[in-house]
């Protein structure tokens, strides 16, 4: 029987947490690729109006990495993951339980409505069949004028274009999902959350990592994130910042 999408990544992330122990490989990046997030990361947390000390959901948390950073930041952080090795990875990382973790399902979180004041869904969506379904269930827990904070991986990207193009040549199916920023915008206007911030994740080509420096400056991801047609051929994800409606 040909395995799911869905049911593949599930079974390369059990793996992922099995095998591996650095952050970066149990949540399938590179180290650049990881780094490169949390920058970006701790500068969109900052910029938001959050209480004092907010109850936050970081979904698909993996090693942990930011339920860690928001609670360092005297936020409520839990951590959901359908990975129950990757979870144990995060509960071995985080020895003074200043984060929560729980295993569970994207597509029915065990919260009631309007539970968080901020929902974050950082390499998720990449590997689910109905993204939608998780972003509506991400608002539903969100209380009104709480934040959302969720990537894609970029299609417009020339690396990515070039990377389906060689599927499609050799009959291979797409190993990622790739959600356009613009499908992800709308699937969030439904349930009332206004997309406020968009923000390119830039990583210099794997053959080039020397370039790391220039399109890892903030000067330079600032630039191309006001220029969007450079925006969407270099940026590697998009994350997109939205609060819902109060």
Known sequence: ??????????????????????????????????????????????????PRRADALEMGCGAGTYVRRLAGLGHAAVGVDY???????????????????????????PFGAESFDLVTCIGVL?????????????????RPGGFVVVEALNPYELAAMARRAGEIVAGRPPRLRFCSPYQVREWLKEPAIRVRQKRGVYLPPPRLPGLGWCVGSWLVSGVLDR????????????WLVGRKAS
């Not at 990975?83 to 597509?107: C, H, M, Q, T, W």
């Open 1 to 50: 029987m040909v395995k799911s999408f869905e049911s593949e990544w599930r079974a390369r992330f059990e793996r992922y947490g099995r095998t591996h122990r650095e952050e970066h490989a149990i949540s399938g990046w590179s180290p650049e690729g990881l780094r490169r997030r949390v920058q970006l990361f701790d500068r969109v947390i900052e910029s938001l109006d959050l």
């Open 83 to 109: 990975a129950l090795a990757s979870l144990a990875r995060a509960v071995a990382a985080d020895p003074g339980r200043k984060g929560r973790y729980l295993a569970a399902e994207a597509y029915q979180l």
């Open 126 to 142: 990449q590997a689910l069949s109905q993204p939608a379904l998780v972003l509506a269930e991400m608002a539903r827990v969100l």
């Open 227 to 238: 220029l969007r047609p450079a925006s969407l051929l270099l940026a590697h994800a998009v």
